[in-house]
């Protein structure tokens, strides 16, 4: 099977016992960045899943769109969230994109891209009233 499709299979069906196929999909020294935090090498990626999956009623990623340019990847996708300190336990939907770099074998590099507020901080209840008065002040 070849990298997109593994890399796709693994986003669209997550669980906590899909993380031992991280190993073939990511290079023993890959990077994994999201607006959060930084991991480095295969080991940290994989406690990274683990904690993210642990941790949340429900984490699924719909794969919208991948396009590559040589060794170039770009994902975009749409994730369902399910955690029980944000949006009253409530799912909710993030939307991002991810770079990824490969070696032609492995994927080396993949950094995400999403709106954080969209995630955490409209997701509290006090602070999802005040970013939406800030963003009606903002639009009016």
Known sequence: ???LKEFENFY???SVTSIARLGDI???NATLIDPLSEHQGLENIQGYFENLLTNTSKC???IQHITQQSTDI????KMLIVHPKLNSGN????DG???LKSNDEKIIFHRDYYDLGEMIYEQVPVLKFVIKTLKKR???
Not at 91 to 94: N, P, R
């Open 97 to 99: 994109i991810s770079h």
């Open 26 to 28: 990511y290079a023993q």
């Open 91 to 94: 799912e909710f939907y993030i």
């Open 1 to 3: 099977m070849s990298l």
């Open 74 to 77: 770009f994902v975009t996708w």
């Open 138 to 140: 903002l639009v009016s």
């Open 60 to 62: 699924e990623c719909s």
């Open 12 to 14: 669209r069906n997550m």
